[in-house]
């Protein structure tokens, strides 16, 4: 009996060192041979660091230049040369060991940055959406990824997010993780952040999200630049969060992507309504022209019929006009209120600064 329950217990032990460390998919997953599991697709707005994290993740230097001059993947920011709005303009993916240290195999997916034009916004989602559901097609973790200093979420993020949540389903968050690149461990960033801490930070992270996301998201503090300093401390630090993500995305199912859609950007919706309401206005126009058409060529109506006409036509105008006053009312609304946001969260990244400025005079 002792015997049994010692294998038992060995091929328990065997089974979550290959679960922890091991390179295998899970059985559902039926594309393992080209892209290694875990697999983490970053995401976050424009000059957020993903290229740099993505590097990492695989070993290579943070500011890694693809050698390919036809490509940007990957390519980091601060090397972008005639780049407006990032370097990478295309989902793409590569594979390489964990840390490049040899022992687990990884897929990363690096993703162009949301919050840029429209129709660059529209071309993102399409070529993530495609590059998911038809060749990925299973995902660890989604890891959403801005600076320590981006504690302003903009509207475009939370657009972003309201899209992926669309694209993808309530089972999106459970599958979503926070991280916050450029936070530095080095003794003068730790003595300047007095004012927010890993804790208060992501809570308010979550709290922007909230209304969206299902579930409360956990984080991870991964600095690429962690051995610029190289002090002990930041070496300590980058090692807890980096493995805390590889965990994270070991212990998660893995999110089938074959059911998500694309969705119409919530601009392009607002762009189309407009058009249509336009147009609406345009025929009942032209429809009001041709009935004093001919009443002015004397064609008799009879004066019931007139009235009923007129008068439908009059309520669908009048309701047509409220219905685009109460859009544009609406989308009024929503600029002042987010721009009110920013200037509050200004006026506090103010009163941060003062505060800093004066403990630094103390």
Known sequence: MKTVCMIALIALSLFVVTRRTGAECEPSVTNPEKFPCPRFVII??????????????????????NPDESEKCFTVGAFAENSKDGVTQETCHETGSWLGRGEQQVTVVDTPGFGVELEEEEETIAGLVNFLKNELKFVHAFVLSFKETDKRI?????????????????????????????????????????????????????????????????????????????????????????????????EKDPFPCKDIKQIKHEWRKAMEDLENITAVNQELNERIDRIEERNSNGVGIEPSAKTSSMSNIIV????????????????????????????EEDSEDLDECKLQTVQDQQ
């Open 44 to 65: 976050g707005p424009t000059g957020a660091g993903k290229s740099s994290l993505a590097n990492v993740l695989i070993g290579r230097d943070k500011e890694f230049q």
């Open 154 to 250: 903009t509207a475009e993020f939370r657009l972003m997010v309201r899209l992926l949540s669309g694209i993808f389903g309530d089972q999106f968050w459970d599958n979503a993780i926070i991280e916050a690149t450029h936070w530095s461990y080095d003794k003068v960033a730790r003595a300047k952040r007095t004012l927010h801490n890993e804790s208060t930070w992501t809570a308010h992270i979550n709290s922007v999200f909230q209304g969206m996301a299902s579930r409360e998201m956990g984080s991870v503090f991964i600095d690429t630049y962690y051995d610029v300093g190289n002090t002990s401390r930041e070496r300590e630090e980058f090692e807890k969060n980096s493995n805390a993500l590889l965990e994270f995305a070991m």
């Open 316 to 343: 669908t105008v009048i309701l047509t006009i409220l219905a685009f006053v109460f859009g544009v009312l609406g989308s009024y609304w929503y600029k002042s209120f987010f721009d009110k946001v920013d200037v």
